[in-house]
């Protein structure tokens, strides 16, 4: 089963999908509970709409796994999911699907935060980046971790995605950075290393730089 586009959202129905053929994440999905009856809310004053991401999430899963029709219509999850303003999806308005990666998880997070089921998106596509800070005179490095669900890659003159990655890991020199451990200024690198890779990466690629 397919995913109808409505106008302008592929870049949802893509991310939708790959979440979909997650069998880990989508599993996971159907069985939450969040234990809220359906927010019925009165669309057009033509039908009911369910204004609950997850349920509707739900319902999109279970159309792709058990229907016998060419595509899902996503028009119910498009009204549930609401932006930071509270308006639901523009059709035909075309959105950048790491903005839309990064809010879907946002509000699944919050739907799922009453269920077992809650460290679920850390659990699939949860990673860990290590921001270091190298002194090139007495070779201390400074770390700090940050947990990442996408990982957002050049590919302007790459050939492959290694060389993505390897451009990812190359970092950049810092001049005159105050070394807390040989106490002066000195050169520093400073780079980003993935020190936990996730399950599951979505990798993001910056076709505009």
């Known amino acids: ?35 809220k009856e359906p927010n019925l ?15 509707q999430l739900q319902k999109m899963f279970g159309f792709l796994e058990l229907s016998d029709r060419l595509d899902y219509n996503p ?3 498009c009204f549930a999911f609401k ?29 799922l935060k009453s269920t077992p089921f809650r460290h679920i998106l850390n659990s699939v596509y949860g990673g860990k980046t290590c921001q270091q800070l190298i002194c090139s005179n007495c070779k201390h490095v400074k770390s700090r971790e940050d947990t990442f669900y996408n990982l957002s890659l050049e ?3 790459m050939k492959t995605i290694h060389d993505s990655l390897e451009k990812y890991i190359a970092g950049e020199v810092i001049d005159d950075f105050y070394c807390d451990n040989c106490k002066k200024k000195v050169s520093t690198t400073k780079r980003t290393c993935v020190s936990q890779p ?12």
Do not use: W
Not at 198 to 209: S, T
């Open 83 to 111: 932006d930071f303003q509270g308006n639901p999806v523009n059709v035909a308005i075309q959105q950048d699907a790491q903005e839309f990666l990064n809010m879907i998880f946002d509000k699944l997070e919050t739907g």
């Open 41 to 55: 809310v009165n669309k057009d004053n033509k039908y009911m709409i369910d204004d609950n991401v997850l349920h």
């Open 155 to 157: 590919v302007k003159n």
């Open 198 to 209: 996730p399950n599951v990466m979505i990798v993001h690629l910056q076709r505009i730089i």
């Open 1 to 35: 089963v397919g995913m109808k586009n409505l106008g302008c959202i592929c870049y949802m129905n893509s991310m939708l999908q790959q979440f979909y053929m997650t069998p880990t994440f989508r599993y996971t999905v159907l069985m939450a509970d969040d234990k």
């Open 75 to 77: 028009h119910e999850f």
